[in-house]
């Protein structure tokens, strides 16, 4: 039933060859010729991540240090929702789960998926704000990016009953090259910030809007009235629907109005994307994960953060026991092996156990 | 059941100005240079007014024989203000203001008034000015009655052609009545030139002419002599008879001669029955050698006294018989106000000991860096404190308190409570604060555990009986620390067992008894490595502090039986005592660890750093450069508002210039903003930000922390991070105590996913309320928590307060702030509010006090807010920090360094003051001897520089100017205290 086997096996760093010929290759070690499946991969940040052409699996060896983990699921098991950001944090399903039954309608085009790549940030809510407007979402994934920018007081001249008035606002200050906002394209400097999170940010001042942004930071949606007024989205368009975009593509998915629902801001949702905290037992207690324990404790915050390390305990202690059979091993899976992503991958022994709720190195 | 209001300000004015006496009140008022006013009689008896212009006030003037006070303020403006009854308590009220003009085209400096005289006829008020004319103002309406100005060309006219050469008088520097003749009136100009008018024919009767610069005068109560004090140090007696118009002066002397000496400010000469008189002045000491000394003389026959005060004088006034059929002064205490404190001195007692003040108390004679609120003090722990503090007090006179008009009404406070305060010099405080008048009980000392540069016997009052000029030191004001690592961070006072622990700067944590005898013993000592021995980290902060070998002597009260010394000795961020287990637990930057006080053990240390936080590691100076930054740009800030606003205010002519000057100054801010904008960087928390190991919480509690069957004592911390650590412990009964070790081990750790500060952390039992104290169920104070239900851990952080079941700990509840409001939590704390109405009815509640000065009351368990209170100005760092609350839903907050402000969130437990001041039957003969001496020594002393561009804030908030670079000090030494 869990149906996971593992395979080792090198690849040529630096000419890695086709993606046709991999996938080729991959049937064959695993003796599964005749089945469709889905490849994919664990990126650095341990994010579950497609190989389906050339581009992204060259991007997939080039990236492996040293070792790539390649997963691959039979392709009608495959559900999208689960790369990218989603990945790991779902605690309510309602909305995915929606969404998947609304796609698998639809075929799939190999390279644009809009949910192949991982969304850094979207533009939400066109339909219900001012065209001047644009409300941004970022999105921190356990990816150690800065959010990268910064703010400032300023005055911004509203119209009011008593005609023109300069009022103190809050701007975007300064962005940080190489950082989320940055990278997002999508805020810039000068743009005015109205809201945090559906607060208005009017009346606040400099270090509040800043605490609430901190404060928020795991989900952070800004309204922005920007400073360059000419790239808004026309509303008449049929092309409103929102879309992200990527860092690793450079291809535009404007044509794709797929997940104009699913992006839409719904305080229920942001209450799901919420990370929840993470307990560890100590002490000479029977232990549930005892190696885990002793992995996070000890190494892993000192080598990278303990984000992946913290996700990682936040699933298995939560027990996520609602997730799908073969995505939710696959997830398990995943999680396990990250436990130590800038090491080399150590492949369990053992095998894997489940007993139902946790799983056991 | 809740209700905000701030109730009474306890300590000393911030910046006292002026000071008025009305003898026949009984009553004392003083001015600040914000514009504050306060009234005090007999303890309990206190009144507050603020003007609204928060200006300087700069002089103080009763009304004789009426409820009622004049004012005036650096703007020229004069305020009458009246107490009077409303609703059985008495108000003070300002009722009337008043600017005088002059004509047309007349400069305005020429109207500055600098001398003001209440007639004792209550009908009119002399005013004498800048230009040397005198105006009569009609009371109580302020109306000028021009034909009674007494101007100075008329004086003029009498005096000889050779005598100066007739320059002008130049500014009126006093006004006196006649003590025995209500018309005639005594003016002294600063030139020296001095004469007697009689207001009835309106002209000269007497002219002394003087040829020193006038300081003041003051009238023999006969009104056969007076005197008058000089700019050169000398006093001079002028006679007043009638058959000599053009008297010489009696006896002119320069006490403190013959090198040149500094102004004698003010004067009083007092008969006494025995015929000696009392002759007190200010100043006048040698210019060279004693010029920097702030005296007060008094001498008496051979007796002669220079009261040395810590501070500068502001103004004093003598208390003797105001009774006008008595022959004698009789004088009988002299109060005086200085910049810092209020010094009373008994003048009965041979010696002229010090009265010891029922308020008003010097909160910062050495500056705060903490305190700590006990309520319900048991009587027997109050009655031990009072009696060890009451040994420390026998210098003190035991006369009593002179000042004491009026009558508190306020009901007797409901309980016994304690304030501490912890003061850079390394004292703990012991305050009343169960009534209005906070007033020190006990004074406790943990220098001597120490061995620090200066020896504390090195005192200051050694001087020999030869010493001229006589000084003697007087106050208690003393804000030069010799050693601030002996500062006191944290304080914990257990009220049922009398255990104290007190924690320092340089990670010292004493553990104290109460012990009603002196006692000499040696202090156990520890050290707790909170490295635990890790690599590679040099602490480059201050050394931790040598401690004394051998036996110590304590004098009784509280005496230290166990020192920790954190290594590194960082300051001590967070601390708790649990009297029961006998443990105490201690946290800095480093990490926490646990001591057994009972067998002298340390438990554990746990090291709380993250290995890349340097900062933290280092110590304080690596801070500096950073610190030394943000210092030049605060004042360039500074720099630029006072430049940008002399600008604006440079432009004052007509309204095009105006336009232009406002637009020019637009112009600058935006090119100002341009340059420098203020920006603050927008990102999420991680692991890898400084001082997330900095522990700020501690917190004791017998709670089900590993199964739901067994509940077990248990230790839990709180980080900068966002980390709580849970400690299972584990305490042998009490009579295996002291064999068995007490062994802890860590049962759970939890990180909030938004890493903010944890700031509290409370269990609530099965009935949702939170554990009671140690030994308060062992004292029949509390019903035993329910053990049945299933316990809960609340964690508030700076962001969100977050409910967790137990011993699972998964997240049930939550509340977030930061996200919503942009407001950040500062201080929390369970407070129990009872209903007014029914009496049995109460409930816990939190109380919270965000970054941005509101108070939050928010339920328990279920995590509604319920009321909100505007309270701090959030500008004001220093006083959101030092907010304290009680467990009955009142608090206090320094508003200055030297003032708490009290208010209450229950309309249940309310101090404030309630008094009503009657008045006293008026002798049918209506001229009573009035105050004399005009308090033109605060205009004298009048420093330059405002009080800031004060934001002006209309409510409840006062204003309490600070000037700004004093918050910015604030702002360093919080940032050195480590942000707490």
């Known amino acids: ?361 | 059941i809740f209700s905000f209001c701030q109730t009474v300000e306890h300590g000393f004015p911030h910046q006292p100005s002026a000071l008025g006496y009305s003898p026949f009140l009984r009553l004392m008022a003083i001015g600040t240079r914000s514009g504050a006013i306060k009234l005090y009689g007999a303890p309990g008896v206190e009144f507050m007014g603020l003007h609204e212009e928060n200006n300087t006030v700069m002089q103080i003037h009763f009304i004789p024989d009426q409820c009622q006070l004049v004012t005036l303020l650096d703007d020229n403006s004069l305020h009458r203000w009246s107490l009077k009854q409303h609703g059985g308590a008495s108000e003070l009220r300002e009722e009337h203001r008043f600017t005088l003009k002059g004509p047309p085209g007349s400069p305005p400096s020429a109207m500055q008034i600098t001398a003001v005289l209440p007639h004792s006829s209550r009908e009119v008020l002399y005013l004498g000015t800048e230009s040397g004319n005198i105006f009569v103002v009609e009371l109580p309406s302020f109306r000028v009655l021009e034909d009674r100005t007494i101007t100075s060309e008329a004086v003029l006219q009498r005096v000889p052609e050779d005598y100066c050469n007739r320059r002008s008088c130049e500014l009126v520097e006093a006004l006196l009545e006649h003590p025995k003749n209500p018309d005639q009136i005594l003016i002294g100009y600063s030139r020296g030139l001095i004469f007697l008018w009689d207001l009835q024919n309106n002209k000269v009767t007497h002219l002394f002419l003087g040829t020193q610069q006038l300081e003041n005068l003051y009238w023999q109560r006969d009104g056969s002599k007076f005197v008058s004090c000089h700019y050169d140090g000398s006093y001079t007696q002028w006679p007043v008879s009638s058959d000599n118009r053009q008297p010489q002066p009696l006896e002119n002397l320069v006490p403190y001669g013959p090198f040149p000496c500094k102004a004698i400010s003010k004067i009083y000469w007092q008969t006494t029955k025995n015929g000696l008189p009392y002759i007190i002045f200010q100043g006048g000491m040698p210019r060279a050698s004693y010029g920097d000394r702030h005296s007060i003389s008094v001498v008496h026959g051979s007796q002669q006294t220079a009261f040395d005060f810590t501070s500068r004088v502001i103004d004093f006034f003598i208390i003797f018989s105001s009774e006008p059929t008595a022959e004698f002064d009789d004088p009988s205490a002299m109060v005086v106000l200085a910049e810092e404190e209020l010094v009373v001195i008994d003048l009965k007692t041979a010696g002229w000991p010090a009265v010891h003040p029922p308020y008003l108390a010097s909160l910062h004679c050495s500056a705060i860096t903490c305190s700590h609120h006990v309520s319900n003090i048991p009587l027997k722990l109050w009655e031990r404190i009072i009696s060890a503090g009451s040994k420390q007090n026998i210098h003190y006179s035991n006369m009593p308190w002179p000042i004491d008009g009026g009558t508190s009404i306020a009901p007797d406070p409901p309980q016994r409570d304690l304030l501490l305060t912890g003061h850079e010099d390394g004292t703990v405080r012991f305050w009343d604060a169960s009534g209005v008048c906070l007033h020190l009980l006990y004074k406790l000392s943990t220098v001597r555990v120490f061995l620090t540069d200066a020896d504390p016997n090195d005192n200051m009052n050694t001087l020999g009986e030869d010493e001229w000029p006589p000084l003697r030191k007087v106050g208690t004001f003393d804000p030069y620390s010799d050693d601030p690592r002996l500062g006191i961070q944290k304080i914990y006072l257990c009220k049922y067992s009398g255990y104290l622990a007190v924690a320092g700067t340089a990670g010292q944590v004493l553990v104290m008894e109460l012990n009603d005898e002196d006692a000499e013993h040696v202090v156990d000592h520890a050290e707790a490595d909170l490295l635990q021995d890790q690599e590679g980290y040099r602490w480059k902060g201050h050394e931790k502090l040598k401690t004394r070998d051998g036996p110590v002597r304590f004098e009784a009260g509280f005496q230290p039986f166990v020192l920790v010394q954190c290594q590194p000795p960082a300051v001590v961020t967070s601390l708790a005592l649990h009297s029961e287990w006998k443990l105490v637990a201690f946290g800095t930057s480093h990490g926490f660890g646990l001591f057994d006080h009972q067998q002298k053990r340390l438990v554990f240390v746990k090291c709380t750093l993250h290995p890349s936080d340097q900062l933290a590691l280092e110590g304080p100076l690596s801070r500096v450069k950073s610190l030394k930054k943000s210092l030049r740009q605060s004042f360039r800030r500074i720099r630029r508002s006072r430049v940008s606003s002399r600008k604006r205010r440079g432009g004052s002519g007509n309204a095009s210039e105006v336009q232009e000057a406002n637009a020019k100054f637009d112009q600058d801010m935006l090119q100002e903003m341009e340059l420098a904008p203020v920006q603050r960087k927008i990102e999420a928390r991680s692991a890898e930000d400084s001082f997330t190991g900095f522990v700020r919480t501690l917190y004791f509690a017998d709670t089900f922390l590993r199964d739901s069957s067994r509940h077990c004592p248990s230790l839990w911390a709180g980080t900068n991070g966002g980390t709580v650590y849970a400690f299972c412990l584990c305490v042998p009964p009490a009579e295996r105590r002291m064999d068995e070790p007490v062994r802890a081990e860590q049962a759970k750790e939890i990180q909030l996913m938004h890493r903010a500060p944890v700031v509290g952390i409370l269990v609530l039992d099965g009935r949702s309320t939170p554990l009671p104290e140690p030994l308060e169920v062992a004292h029949d104070l509390s019903k035993s928590p329910d053990m049945q239900g299933s316990h809960q851990l609340l964690v508030v952080s700076e962001e969100q307060f977050k409910v967790f079941t137990l011993p699972k700990v998964s997240s049930k509840l939550k509340l977030k702030l930061t996200a919503l409001e942009g407001c950040r939590v500062r201080k929390v704390t369970v407070a129990n509010f009872s209903s007014c109405k029914t009496d049995d009815y109460s409930e816990n509640d939190l109380a919270v006090l965000t970054n941005l000065g509101d108070i939050q009351i928010i339920s328990l368990p279920f995590l509604k807010l319920q009321i909100r209170y505007p309270c701090i100005r959030k500008e004001d760092v220093s006083g959101i920090a030092s907010c304290v609350f009680t467990k009955y839903g009142q608090g206090f907050y320094l508003i200055s360094p030297s003032e708490f402000e009290r208010f209450s969130l229950s309309t249940k437990w309310l101090v404030e003051p309630r008094c009503i001041v009657d008045m006293p039957e008026v002798t049918s003969n209506n001229h009573v001897h009035t105050k004399s001496g005009t308090e033109n020594a605060a205009r004298k002393s009048r420093s330059s520089g405002g009080c800031g561009e004060d934001e002006r804030k209309s409510g409840r908030l006062m204003e309490h100017a600070l000037l700004n670079d004093e918050k910015v000090l604030k702002e360093i030494q919080s940032t050195l205290e480590g942000g707490r």
């Open chain 1, 1 to 361: 039933q869990f149906g996971a086997e593992f395979r080792r096996f090198s690849l040529d760093r630096y000419k890695p060859g086709k993606f046709e010929d991999f996938y080729k290759l991959i049937l064959h070690i695993h003796h599964i010729a005749n089945l469709e499946v889905m490849i994919g991969y664990a990126d650095v940040h341990g994010d579950l991540l497609p190989i389906n052409n050339d581009d992204n699996f060259f991007k997939a060896v080039s990236s492996a240090h040293p070792l790539l983990r390649v997963f691959i699921q039979r392709q009608d098991e495959v559900d999208y929702s689960n790369f990218g950001t989603n990945t790991l944090s779902r605690k309510k399903k309602a909305l995915v789960t929606l969404r998947n039954d609304n796609l698998r309608r639809r075929p799939h085009i190999n390279i644009s998926m809009p949910h192949d790549f991982r969304p850094v940030s979207s533009i939400i809510d066109v339909d219900i704000l001012p065209e001047t407007h644009r409300r941004v979402r970022l999105y921190r994934h356990g990816c150690e990016k800065p959010l990268g920018f910064y703010i400032r007081d300023g005055t911004s001249v509203r119209v009011t009953p008593h005609g023109l008035e300069k009022v103190p606002g809050i701007f975007i200050s300064r962005m940080v090259p190489g950082g989320l906002a940055e990278s997002t394209g999508l805020l810039a400097v000068n743009d005015e910030v109205l809201e945090v999170n559906g607060i208005e940010v009017a009346g606040k001042t400099l270090d509040q809007v800043t605490d609430m942004m901190i404060a928020n930071s795991h989900n952070l949606i800004i309204t922005v009235k920007p400073a360059n007024q000419r790239n808004n989205i026309i509303r008449s368009s049929r092309m409103s629907g929102s879309s992200g975009q990527s860092t690793d593509s450079t291809t535009s998915h404007h044509s794709l109005p797929t997940s104009h629902v699913l992006q839409n801001f719904h305080p229920d949702e942001m209450e799901s994307d919420e990370e929840a905290d993470i307990v560890i037992e100590g002490g000479l207690e029977p232990q549930h994960i005892p190696k885990l324990h002793s992995l996070t404790s000890s190494s892993l915050p000192r080598i990278n953060g303990s984000s992946l390390s913290h996700r990682l305990q936040r699933d298995l202690v939560l027990n996520n026991s609602s997730g799908r059979e073969s995505n939710g091993n696959i997830h398990k899976l995943l999680s396990s092996l990250k436990t130590d992503p800038r090491h080399s991958l150590v492949i369990p022994r053992g095998g894997i156990e489940e007993d139902g709720t946790v799983i056991t190195l």
